[in-house]
């Protein structure tokens, strides 16, 4: 049973910061991709950033120069590093893996944590 744990979330300021956490835990050969998504109320859920295993790593627009994202192979986390936010970043974050069982890939989410940014 493989589980993704997130922590971090909360309230920030605009112009603050906030860090995400996301642990995977269970059993597995290894892990792919991990990203970290966020949905606004009454919208579509959208991917914020991607990390791959090899280091690889893309942001959507709207967070390119305030998010980081980072990952511990040895440790099977990943952070999201979030500085200059703004009130429209407020959503809830959800973290993705890619996890292989060879020589198949699943995907496991996390049950997500908020974060609201006030004016």
């Known amino acids: 049973q493989v589980q993704l744990a997130e922590s971090g979330g909360g309230l920030a300021q605009a112009g603050g910061s906030l860090r995400l956490s996301c642990a995977v835990s269970?059993?597995?050969?290894?892990?792919?991709?991990m990203s970290w998504y966020r949905q606004a109320p009454a919208k579509q859920r959208e991917l914020v950033a991607t990390?791959?295993?090899?280091?690889?790593?893309n942001y959507t627009d709207a967070v390119k120069g305030r998010f980081t994202i980072s990952r511990d192979n040895a440790k099977n986390t990943s952070d999201l590093q979030m500085n200059s936010l703004k009130p429209e970043d407020t959503a809830v974050y959800y973290c993705?893996?890619?996890?292989?069982?060879?020589?198949?890939?699943?995907?496991?989410w996390g049950q997500g944590t908020q974060v609201t940014v006030s004016s």
């Open positions: 269970g059993s597995f050969d290894s892990i792919d991709a």
């Open positions: 993705k893996a890619i996890v292989q069982f060879r020589p198949r890939l699943y995907q496991y």
């Open positions: 990390i791959t295993s090899d280091g690889s790593i």
